[in-house]
C-alpha cells in the first residue's frame, strides 16, 4: 500500500513512540532570514536553484538512541503531508541529521524538487530501544533496521530505492520517477 495515501491513525507501526512531525526542511523563502536554527542546505549551489533551508535544532533529546525516521511533504501550511520515505540511524551525536539520514543521492534529487515546487519537508522519529523487540503485523522484529525494513515491506514509500514510483497531488509532483 502507498504510505503517503496511509492516515497516521491506521499506520500499522503507530506503536513505536513517533516524535510530533517536525519541519525539518523549507524553501528559503518560507524561512525569515536571520532565523535561528535555521542555515541553508549543503547541496550544490551549482545545480542552479535554490535547494532551501535546513533545521538545525532537530532531535536533541534522543541523539544517541537507534531510530526510525519518516519524511513527509506538504505543499503549504495547514494541509496533509505526504510520507514519501523512511530511513533509519543508529546515532546523530557528532553529525548533522540531514548528512546522516539523507545520504542517497535520489532521495535528495527528489527533496530539491519539491522544495523547488514551494513545498516544506517535514521529518518524525522513533528511538527503538536497545534489546527491545517489537511485534508489527505478527513479525517479531528487533532493532532499528529490522523496523525500517518491515515498514519497507508493508508500505511503499515513494522515494525508497525499492519503489521510486511518481506521486502527483493536486497538480503537484511529489515524486518523480527516474
Given amino acids: 500500500m502507498a504510505r503517503e495515501v496511509v492516515p497516521d491513525g491506521s499506520f500499522k ?10 519541519l525539518a526542511i523549507a524553501p528559503t523563502s518560507a524561512v525569515a532570514a536571520g532565523t ?4 541553508p542546505r549543503r547541496r550544490s549551489a551549482a545545480a542552479g536553484m535554490d535547494v532551501g533551508v535546513r533545521n538545525t535544532r532537530l ?9 526510525v525516521y ?8 495547514g494541509t496533509k503531508r505526504y510520507v514519501m520515505y523512511v530511513c533509519c540511524a543508529d546515532n546523530l551525536q557528532g ?3 540531514d548528512t546522516r539520514l539523507l545520504r542517497n543521492a535520489y532521495v535528495n534529487t527528489q527533496i530539491d524538487s519539491v522544495i523547488n515546487n514551494g513545498c516544506s519537508v517535514y521529518i518524525r522519529q522513533a528511538p527503538i530501544k536497545d534489546g527491545h523487540s517489537y511485534t508489527i ?8 533496521q529490522d523496523v525500517k525494513r518491515q ?3 508493508l508500505y511503499s514509500y515513494a522515494w525508497c530505492s525499492n519503489t521510486k514510483r511518481s506521486v502527483t497531488r493536486r497538480g503537484v509532483a511529489l515524486a518523480t520517477k527516474p
Fill in 13 to 22: 507501526l503507530n506503536k513505536l513512540e513517533w516524535s510530533p512531525w517536525k
Fill in 36 to 39: 535561528s536554527g535555521w542555515l
Fill in 59 to 67: 532531535f536533541q533529546r534522543h541523539k544517541t538512541s537507534p531510530a
Fill in 70 to 77: 519518516e519524511l513527509a511533504v506538504q505543499r503549504m501550511a
Fill in 95 to 97: 553529525a548533522h541529521w
Fill in 137 to 144: 503485523e505478527g513479525q517479531k522484529v528487533t532493532g532499528h
Fill in 151 to 153: 515498514a519497507a515491506k
